[in-house]
């Protein structure tokens, strides 16, 4: 049997990908000196979509499924994984991967958006398991641990990032459902021994027909189980009077999240786009071959050239409030494409620009911010209120918000999607345990959204144990759970008994009540650690350090696997395809490498731990490294002719060599290193000179999903007196 590599570091899409173009050697090289393996796995969109269908490929075109490899790995004491972000694909991205693979050459097939034989049912299941939020619940196989490194915090502090101004009478506003969403809907239970097993989720019309929605749901005594619905009618009528009640000069938004929530979020996001241009559909709708769940770009691709449907859909614009918009110059709005909207960015954007957005105009506005769902629309209704009565956060005094979140084994609605359904028909779901009991049963009606999710008792456990190390270990924290949800409630049941028996008070709040607590704590300089279920650990871990830092790629994510392994985020973030197009366009990518150094100094660090002595003499000095590329200003910047990710590469490969070379516990290290580093110095001006000699020219990557190794490399390494004394 093969070795475990040392390090594994995973190949992923867009822009840290193409950073890792220009970081992995570097890696790689540092780590050969101490017999350290970095291997990596690939999990871009690509490759997942090419491991599906080995059937349709050359033997030369074929891939091995890495991500089936990963996740049986972390499932060991061995792991130790780099993870970079990767794209959690909706339907327009999955799409147009699968469309530039096929001009590649590989004989994939189309993507079936309305399947009707078996076999194009068969070919569109095997998309359905790549689409959305699709690598992180296989590999998280531990509870999340995710706080800012204090080298980013004191710089963040002492450099403070631009922060909009809020005033008491700011338009600015959340607008959610009055009811009949996931948060009103929402049953709970947790499985007994008897109800372990097999479960199943039957759903019978009004005519009594009954059909197996889904099958095999492994339901284990002690875990938590629920179901919720959001009402369509409600959900329409919703969106209808947020529209109609809009201010003069407030940008109309709606802030999902459907890349992960890849059933639920594009389906409401679709009735966000039909209910805006209902007029445009009561003219058009019979004419077009179009799902607004696509959003209003599908639509205008479909009737470009159309004169009359062309300005029969402005004026539609026209007659309804501004939308905010994702791009004001090329006419992008929010409604365009849903996953341009991801709350957990756009949110933080708002909020730290002051409550404004950017409108068709090309200027900045209010915006009334629509998220349906009462069960995180008041986090971000609080974080509104509490900076309308206190004015803007002081970046400069602020205490730091880490989080600790449940999410091992599929915890929560991350893990929700094969359980995600739109009702076909009025009638009745049954959510059916392992010996046949009834555990959750609902009336449902056409066009409903239905979900059902779990969560085991052991990452519970877990969770509430990592929750206590970490509160100890800051002194505040809460646990943000809702006794009038129903899902809490059930947590609660653990959380309660396990703090007595571990003898340490931590407050239990609903998020709103959590919310004000936290910012109150924060804004007088305290550290706060929340305690939170998988969705607002998703949404927390992007509000604050954006908040805090200016952005939360550069938060420290280590994920302590249930078996004893290792996974190292490195920081949330998602991964910045404006970063590619900038890239493309003229050469400067702009993309922040520090969380991979802080993720790549903790995993050295865990190899210390598994009993390589050398690691730890790694890790710090990659820590040091990390401080000085701040000190100095070494990140990158945003315009041509600025220093960018590479410049930012070299810097950090020097100050890694000069702090290896400069330490004592290894003589060998030391001698290793100190002509490496004295090589880098001594060319500075040269590797500098030969990084940004061709910035402002387009560089062609040979694709966007599936990019040509060595034109990314050439356009990303391409210094060669660097890359001589890297190898």
């Not at 995973?10 to 050969?32: G, H």
């Not at 900045?364 to 209120?385: G, H, L, M, Q, R």
């Not at 305290?526 to 871990?541: A, E, M, Q, S, W």
Request: proline residues 5%.
């Amino acid at each position: 049997m093969a070795k475990t590599p040392d390090i594994i570091y995973t190949t992923v899409d867009e822009a840290p990908e193409l950073a890792s173009a220009s970081l992995l050697p570097i890696i790689r090289s540092f780590a050969s000196a101490a017999g350290i393996d970095v291997a990596t796995r690939n999990i871009s969109v690509a490759a997942r979509i090419l491991a599906q269908f080995p059937d349709y490929l050359k033997d030369d075109q074929k891939v091995s499924d890495d991500l089936a490899e990963l996740g049986d790995l972390v499932k060991t004491p061995e792991a130790n994984v780099i993870k970079l972000p990767n794209v959690s694909a909706s339907v327009p991205q999955l799409e147009a991967a699968v469309k530039e693979l096929q001009s590649q050459g590989y004989a994939i097939p189309d993507y079936p958006s309305d399947p009707k034989t078996d076999e194009e049912k068969e070919i569109r299941a095997r998309y359905d398991t790549i689409k959305g939020s699709a690598v992180n619940p296989v590999l998280r196989e531990g509870n999340s641990d995710r706080r800012s490194a204090k080298a980013v915090k004191e710089y963040a502090k002492a450099h403070p990032h631009s922060m909009g101004d809020w005033s008491a009478d700011s338009p600015t506003t959340v607008a959610a459902m009055p009811g009949d969403d996931f948060f009103a809907n929402e049953i709970s239970t947790t499985i007994s021994a008897d109800q372990a097993g097999n479960g199943k989720i039957l759903f019978t019309d009004a005519d009594g027909n009954e059909t197996k929605l889904k099958g095999g749901l492994q339901y284990r005594e002690g875990t938590i189980v629920d179901a919720t619905y959001m009402s369509a009618t409600a959900l329409r009528s919703y969106i209808k009077a947020e529209v109609e009640s809009m201010e003069p000069g407030v940008l109309f938004s709606v802030h999902l999240k459907a890349t992960m929530m890849k059933v639920s979020d594009p389906i409401i996001f679709g009735h966000f786009v039909s209910v805006y241009l209902e007029d445009f559909i009561a003219k058009h709708g019979d004419k077009l071959d179009w799902n607004p769940n696509s959003g209003i770009g599908a639509l205008e691709k479909e009737i470009a050239g159309n004169a009359e449907m062309e300005a029969d859909l402005k004026a539609a614009l026209d007659a309804r409030p501004p939308l905010y918009m994702v791009d004001s110059d090329k006419g992008i709005t929010n409604l365009h494409v849903p996953s341009d909207v991801i709350i957990d960015a756009s949110m933080p954007a708002v909020i730290r620009a002051g409550g404004i957005g950017w409108g068709p105009d090309g200027k900045a506005a209010p915006t009334k911010c629509c998220i349906p769902d009462n069960c995180y629309s008041v986090v971000y209704d609080e974080t509104i209120d509490f900076f309308k009565k206190n004015g803007k956060l002081d970046v400069t005094t602020a205490g730091a918000v880490s989080n600790v979140g449940l999410m091992a084994q599929k915890a929560e609605e991350y893990g929700s999607h094969p359980t995600t359904f739109e009702i076909p028909a009025n009638g009745t779901i049954r959510v059916l345990g392992g010996n046949d009991d009834v555990l959750l049963e609902q009336k449902v009606s056409k066009g409903d959204i239905w979900r059902s999710c779990t969560v085991h008792k052991e990452p519970i456990l877990d969770w509430i144990a990592l929750g206590i190390r970490r509160t100890k270990a800051t002194g505040l924290a809460a646990f943000w759970l809702d006794a009038n949800r129903a899902h809490d409630a059930e947590l609660i049941k653990y959380v309660e008994p396990a703090l007595k028996e571990a003898g340490i008070e931590i407050p239990i709040m609903a998020p709103r009540e959590a919310t004000r607590f936290t910012l109150e704590h924060m804004t007088a300089g305290k550290d706060v650690v929340t305690i939170t279920g998988n969705v607002l650990r998703d949404y927390l871990t992007d509000l604050f350090p954006i908040l805090e830092l200016g952005t939360s790629a550069k938060m420290l994510s280590i994920v302590s696997l249930m078996q004893g392994g290792g996974l190292f985020e490195t920081g949330a973030g998602g991964s910045a395809p404006k970063h590619v197009q900038q890239l493309v366009e003229e050469n400067h990518l702009r993309w922040d490498s520090l969380g991979e150094f802080c993720a790549l100094g903790e995993s050295f660090k865990f190899l210390a731990e598994k009993g390589h002595a050398k690691g730890a003499l790694y890790g710090a000095a990659i820590e040091d490294a990390t401080q000085k590329v701040l000190e100095h200003g070494h990140s990158p910047e945003r315009k041509v002719g600025q220093p960018d990710n590479r410049t930012s590469h070299y810097w950090f490969a020097r100050y890694w060599a000069e702090a290896l070379a400069a330490q004592s516990e290894d003589a060998d290290l030391a001698a290793h290193f100190a002509p490496i580093a004295k090589a880098m110095a001594e060319g500075e001006e040269a590797i500098l000179s030969e990084l940004m000699a061709d910035q402002g020219k387009a560089v062609d990557l040979g694709g966007y999903y599936h990019t040509d190794a060595a034109k990314t490399a050439a356009v990303m390494r391409p210094s060669k007196t660097l890359n001589a004394i890297i190898g």
